[in-house]
Every structure is written in C-alpha cells, then in structure tokens.
C-alpha cells in the first residue's frame, strides 16, 4: 500500500488499499480455497467476473447489499442521509474524513472537524453500525461486486438480490474516504466507478450463508 505525502499507508490494522478489482477477485479466491470454500471469480479472457448463481466463497458485497448495509440499517423510509444523521458537519468522532488533521496534505478539508487520522485509520476504529458494521463510511471507499452502466434504467418491477449487470468497463464504488469533504462525496447514496487503484479504495468481504 506504501505511503501518501509521508504518511503511511501500511499499518498492520490499516485497511488494504491501491489494490485493483481483478486483484480483489483473485485474492477472495486464494482465500476462499484455503477455508475450503468454493471460488466466486472466473477468469474470462483478460478479466475476472463472478459465478452466476455465486458460490459459497469469500467476494466482494453487491451494490444492493452495501447500499442495504449502509443506508438501511435498522431505518424505514428513505434511509439515513450520513451515516451519522440528516445535517453536516459530522458529530465529533463520526468516520475518518477529510479533517483538520489532513489539511497540509489535502487540497479540501472539514475545517471545523477532526478525527485525528491524516490518512486511513486502523479499521474499526469508529463505532459501528446498528448492524455492527464498521467504517461504512469514511476512512476507505470500497469496490462493490456490480459492473457500473452509464444509461441504467430504473426496474420495471422490484428485483430480489440483483446481481447488476454481466459486462462493463468500470467498477462500482461506495462510500466515502478519508480524503472525502464535499457534501456529495460524504451522502451514504454516493457512488462513482473506477478501473484503476487508489490510495483511498480498498474493500470488504461477503459470503453467502449456506
């Protein structure tokens, strides 16, 4: 993972970063085999995608479930704006953003915030969500399992479970960062895609349950 402007990024809590998708997906399957667990990703030509139906093995969580996870967590409605509430600036100690503690390394910073980590945080060094899930936002954004598609088109009927689409260019990401400071990067509905590594994007694992 090295550094970034002198601050490391290679802690032993650290979360995992300036890693690709394929190389998740490849990692997930050394994982998965080693626990005795069925590969999720396939290799076809020059990239990896997932079984369809998945397996049993360690991947990556679909948009549709980190959105559930993140936003949906315990709420009725809409779902949470942040993960801390309805209104910026985030409460004292909410995530690891773009804060104080950044400002001589980052072009944009929440001056009024400070979660005393420059760059990414040991993982879990946050509360929770109602689920128990930590740093669903802030500190790393997260590839998603889903293909992202420039022209989707809102479902004619409700779909349980999607999988997104088969093909695409681009991979979904979710959640805000610790170089995140704008209102839009910091909504829990944020989402962009990417195809390269980031100092600032790393991911989580799933499994289904048999």
Do not use: C
């Amino acid at each position: 993972s090295g550094e970034f402007s002198g601050q490391t990024l290679n802690g032993d809590t650290q979360p995992v970063v300036r890693v690709t998708w394929d190389e998740v997906a490849q990692y997930l399957n050394w994982l998965s085999i080693r626990d005795g667990f069925q590969p999720v990703y396939e290799q076809k030509g020059s990239v990896w995608v997932p079984s369809r139906p998945l397996r049993n093995g360690y991947r990556l969580p679909t948009e549709a479930e980190w959105e559930w996870a993140a936003r949906f967590a315990g709420q009725q409605g809409p779902g949470l704006k942040y993960s801390w509430g309805a209104d910026l600036p985030p409460p004292d100690k909410s995530g690891n953003y773009a804060d104080i503690a950044a400002a001589k390394i980052l072009p944009r910073t929440l001056v009024t915030y400070n979660d005393s980590f420059p760059v990414s945080a040991p993982s879990g060094s946050f509360e929770p969500n109602v689920f128990g899930i930590y740093d669903m936002s802030g500190n790393v954004s997260e590839w998603v399992q889903d293909y992202y598609v420039l022209d989707a088109v809102e479902a004619p009927a409700l779909v349980e479970d999607p999988l997104g689409p088969e093909v695409g260019d681009f991979h979904i990401v979710r959640g805000s960062s610790w170089r995140s400071a704008h209102e839009a990067d910091l909504r829990l509905a944020y989402r962009t895609y990417e195809s390269e590594r980031r100092e600032d994007l790393g991911f989580r694992l799933a499994r289904n349950l048999e």
